[in-house]
Every structure is written in C-alpha cells, then in structure tokens.
C-alpha cells in the first residue's frame, strides 16, 4: 500500500512540533485530505519532508496511537485509525493500561495487604471533639504534622511541626511551594535536564518555565547552573534528595555542597523531592543538611507505602511557613481528618515500618532480577530506587522502543515524557518494577524486552 501524499503544516505558534504533527494529522482526517485506513509516511520520510528529527515524528506518531488516532500495524507501518476521533487527553497519575499489557511504566506500590491494614485503622478513627467533621480544620493537626516528621527522620533537622504543610500528596505539596516562591510573569525554574511530568505540569500551572541544567557523574554541573542562574535568573531550583527520578543517578556529597553553595550566592530557593529516601539503610544528606534556611522539602506518605492515601507534606524553611500554609489553604482550604487520623495511625502502630520493610526488600529483589536479566545492557539501578534506566542500543529510538513494547505486551516510560519541550532527548527508556505483577510476569515481560533490544528495526515504524 502507497503511503498518502500529504505534506502537513506545522507553522502553528506556541505549539511544540510533535503536537503540532499529531493536530495537523486529526485536521487533515477532518477535512478529507486523508481517510482512514491510509498510512502514514515511515517515521524518517516524515522528518526528512518536515526538516524535523525523527524523534520528534516517532513522538508524535506514539501519542496518535494512544489517542486512538493512529494504529501501528508489525511489519506494514502506522495507519489513520478512526475518521471521528476524540481529542485525548492527558490523564495525571496512572495513566490507563490494559489489563493484558504489563505495566512496566507507571509506579505502583506493590501490594502488602494495606487495603486490610487500612481496614483495621479505620476502626480506630474517631468523630466529634478535636476531630469533628461539622467544622474546617478540626483535627489534631499538630499530632500528624509530629509524626511524621518522625517516621521520616527529620527531627533530625531539627525541623519544627510548625514549619510542615500537610498536602494530599507529594504533586500538590510541589504545587504550593512554586506558588509560594514564585513572582513575576515569566518567573523560571531550573532543573535537572530530565524531569518527572508532574512537575512541568506544576511549573504551567504557576506559568513558568523549566530550564533543565547539563550533569555529569556527580550530578548537576556547578559551572553550568552558574551560568544559568546569571543568564535566566530563575527563582527556583529544583531536585531530587536522593535519587534522581528516571536516571537513578546520586549527586555526591560534595556536589550536592556546591550547589548549595551557589544557591545560597544568587539567593535562590531550593524546591527538593524526597521520594526514596527511606528507603535507604543509611540516608545520604540532602540539601537540608546544607541550606536549611533556603530548602523546601517535598515528600509524601502515599508514594512510600500506599498511593490511595494522598497524604503528603511540605516542609518549608522556618521563615516561610505561614506564606506554604496559606497557600495551601487557597487550594485545598484544609486538611482531610480522616486522611490525617489514618496518617498517624499507619505511623504511630508499627504497621508503616513493617510496610516500609517488606517493600524495601521487594525492590531489592526485583532489581535484582532486572539487572540479572538485562545486564548486558547499558541500564542504570540503585537497589532503594524503583525504577531502572535503560539506554537503548543503536539503532533504536525511546519512542519507537516505547511502541515497539507495547506490541509485545509491556508498556514502558521512553525518554521524550521527562524532557521539556524544546530539548532533545536521549534514547533510553524508563523502566519500573511491575508492582502490579507477580515476579513471573515481570520476569517474562524482562525476557520478552531482552529479545526486542537484540532487534532493532531497520525503519522505524516502516
């Protein structure tokens, strides 16, 4: 079958490129220039028409065929799928997996029985008093805040439950502290040059931009965020406290001393994500040991132990308390009682700290079986961590990896999802731990990604 002849327009303003194929291709299909069946040009034919890269076509072809657009078929090329599509839309947290696709893309804490755990807590939350559900931010509140600051071992830093915001989650404690920081109407944020979708989707909400800084082994390059900060001037950095979220990668002590440094000079304020750190046996510092004055720490109950609960925090540096606080309160007025009474009931029986155990030694095992299995490649790990990094070898791109998977039966993360809009990525993937999974299925989904990489194609998506 002939690919249709059709050269799309991509001059749209304020539209980055991939989107801007994936548009012209659903307005082509809405006014007969193209139908359904037709297949689209070979993702290299397309970016050679369209002087963009490859990457950016494959990006745009993957996303068609999650919206239902678009169809890749083995061996024969991407087709028009469907003549009256419906816009997708990008769906925040967990994004929809079929039930026969092995997840192997979203985070999932694996299950431990906390629905039962959570069952046996519930019957000890109270009503009426101090936990009234008649009026606003009646619950002891103060109790929450206390432990947990203590199961995170962060009395340490002799951080006051006065400083802490509880949140419903970790997005929304990211959420509040660019509020609270950010002014201006085009205010900047500097990150690393990979970066989670949840926070770009924070920095659009508090409308500004992410500048992602260049790293080496030891992390975040001082001599590049120096420059930086005297060119773009942004008003935040943000970091991972440990492990970095897709690469794995550690900043060392000694870097991560230098760019405190550098932030307390310019002033800047440090917005860092705690996801992992628990999960060490001995915690590394994080930039509150350094700056204290200037770090907001960001970290949540949910992602440890169990995502349902949407109980996070934000612990703000000591003078900037009440500006976290009230922010908070514009968004959410309050802090749910339940929440919090299962919160500190989860932390104070004894029951998060054998949760903590049993899905610390989950992800040892289960990296352990990934490095086992695939570690002829270049792949990246860290035995607290939850995620895997994979570079992907010659002749494969993150995006047509990514499709290539998912015919097989395995959803992964490609590169391009982490990387801001007008950056290239590189060609690797993101690979979780299939907490959703039995050790035999995500085994096999290991052995199944094992035989593609030995395959690449000769065309992507020919």
Not at 361 to 390: K, M, P, S
Request: proline share 6%.
């Amino acid at each position: 079958m002939p690919d249709t002849i059709w050269r799309p327009d991509l001059l749209q303003k304020g539209t980055v490129k991939y989107r801007a194929l994936l548009d012209a291709i659903r307005t082509a299909l809405e006014n007969g220039t193209i139908s359904k069946g037709d297949r689209l040009p070979p993702v290299r034919d397309m970016a050679w028409q369209l002087k963009i890269t490859p990457v950016t076509v494959a990006r745009a072809y993957q996303l068609g065929i999650k919206e239902g657009l678009l169809e890749a078929q083995v061996g024969r090329g991407t087709f028009i799928r469907d003549p009256k599509p419906v816009r997708g839309t990008t769906v925040f947290g967990e994004t929809h997996v079929e039930p026969n696709i092995v997840d192997l893309k979203n985070a999932a804490v694996p299950d431990f029985g906390q629905d039962g755990i959570f069952e046996e807590l519930s019957e000890q939350i109270t009503f009426g008093g101090a936990h009234s559900m008649v009026r606003y931010a009646s619950h002891k509140e103060m109790e929450t805040r206390t432990a947990r600051l203590n199961w995170m071992g962060l009395d340490q830093h002799r951080a006051k439950p006065e400083d802490l915001v509880l949140t419903h989650g970790s997005q929304n404690a990211t959420v509040a502290a660019f509020l609270a920081i950010l002014q201006g109407s085009a205010p900047v944020i500097a990150t690393d040059s990979l970066v989670l979708p949840g926070t770009r989707k924070a920095a659009t909400l508090a409308r500004a931009k992410i500048i992602g800084i260049p790293s080496d082994d030891e992390g975040m390059i001082p001599r590049a965020l120096e420059e930086m900060f005297r060119r773009d001037r942004p008003q935040i950095l943000h970091l991972s406290a440990n492990i970095h979220n897709p690469t794995t990668k550690m900043m060392t002590t000694a870097r991560k001393g230098e760019i405190a440094e550098i932030a307390r000079r310019h002033d800047i304020q440090i917005v860092e994500d705690d996801g992992q750190g628990r999960f060490f046996t001995e915690r590394p510092p994080s930039f509150m040991d350094f700056c204290p004055e200037r770090v907001w720490h960001v970290s949540s109950i949910s992602r440890y132990l169990a995502a349902g609960l949407r109980s996070g925090f934000l612990l703000c540096p000591s003078d900037k308390a009440t500006v976290g606080r009230n922010v908070v309160q514009a968004m959410t007025h309050s802090f749910s009682p339940i929440i919090s009474q299962l919160t500190c009931l989860l932390l104070t029986s004894g029951h998060a700290d054998t949760l903590l155990a049993q899905i610390r030694e989950f992800r040892r095992e289960r990296v352990r079986l990934a490095v086992n299995l695939l570690g002829r490649w270049n792949i990246q790990w860290h035995e607290a961590a939850d995620i895997i990094w994979l570079e992907l070898p010659e002749g494969w791109y993150g995006s047509t990896f990514s499709l290539a998977s998912e015919m097989a039966g395995i959803q992964v993360a490609p590169a391009d999802i982490f990387q801001p809009d007008d950056a290239s990525a590189p060609n690797a993937v993101r690979l979780t731990l299939g907490g959703k999974h039995s050790s035999a299925k995500f085994v096999d989904a290991l052995e199944r990604l094992n035989k593609l990489l030995d395959s690449p194609p000769s065309e992507m998506l020919a």
